[in-house]
């Protein structure tokens, strides 16, 4: 995630010039909400405001959505956390 170049270069600092974007700026990403259409496609697909994508695409990942569950040892340890703070609350 480029953790130190966000730190080194810092709020309103300019990342176009840097080196790790040189490196990845022709990754392939496509974001899922902003179509690239011409007007005519645009309209021929419906005509569809980024607003409406954007609602298009929260209900799918809500009725799809299927949660991965823990760990065990994570689950165990959050169990053991709230264990002792519901034991500090009572005392």
């Known amino acids: 995630m480029a953790v130190d170049l966000i730190n080194e270069v810092g709020p309103g600092g300019d990342f176009l010039s840097t080196e790790h974007t040189l490196r990845h700026y022709k990754e392939n ?7 690239r259409w011409n007007y005519d496609q645009w309209e021929q697909n419906g005509k569809k405001t980024m607003s409406q994508r954007a609602n298009e695409k929260v209900r799918e990942i809500l009725e799809t959505y299927e949660p991965q569950p823990l760990p065990e040892a994570v689950s165990e340890r959050i169990a053991e956390i709230v264990r002792r703070a519901d034991q500090q609350h009572i005392s």
């Open 29 to 35: 990403w496509f974001p899922s909400l902003l179509d």
